[in-house]
Nanobody, 127 residues
Framework: EVQLVESGGNLVQAGGSLRLSCAASGLTLDDWAIAWFRQAPGKNRERVSCISSRSASPYYAASVRGRFTASSDYAENTVYLQMNNLKPEDTAIYYC????????????????????YGQGTQVTVSS
């Protein structure tokens, strides 16, 4: 059984940092790309990052580029999202999702193309 479990969400002041984790079981990061999506109330779900063993570097949305960093720990089978200089507009539920790396991989931007999803973790940034 595949499971993706996010953790690390919290309430933080603007300018602060958080590190989200996506612990994967039932699949390996060697074969699966992991994306981070977020959804704020009343807004569309947004892909903010994607990391894959098949890609030279992670993908970042323009809204987070330079502030967020994705990384993979293959030994722990966990993907991290380091979020620095957080802004109130980063407030959302953050989800990780897995897609076959040799298929669409990190080219995929649509939520529905991914095969497995975590339950989400809340990030709230106060001004």
């Amino acid at each position: 059984e595949v499971q993706l479990v996010e953790s690390g969400g919290n309430l933080v002041q603007a300018g602060g940092s958080l590190r989200l984790s996506c612990a994967a079981s039932g699949l390996t990061l060697d074969d699966w790309a992991i994306a981070w999506f977020r959804q704020a109330p009343g807004k569309n779900r947004e892909r903010v990052s994607c990391i894959s063993s098949r890609s030279a570097s992670p993908y970042y949305a323009a809204s987070v580029r330079g502030r967020f960093t994705a990384s993979s720990d293959y030994a722990e089978n966990t993907v991290y999202l380091q979020m620095n200089n957080l802004k109130p507009e980063d407030t959302a539920i953050y989800y990780c999702a897995a897609i076959w790396a040799s298929g669409y991989g990190c080219i995929a931007s649509e939520w529905t193309l991914f095969e497995y999803y975590g339950q989400g973790t809340q990030v709230t940034v106060s001004s």
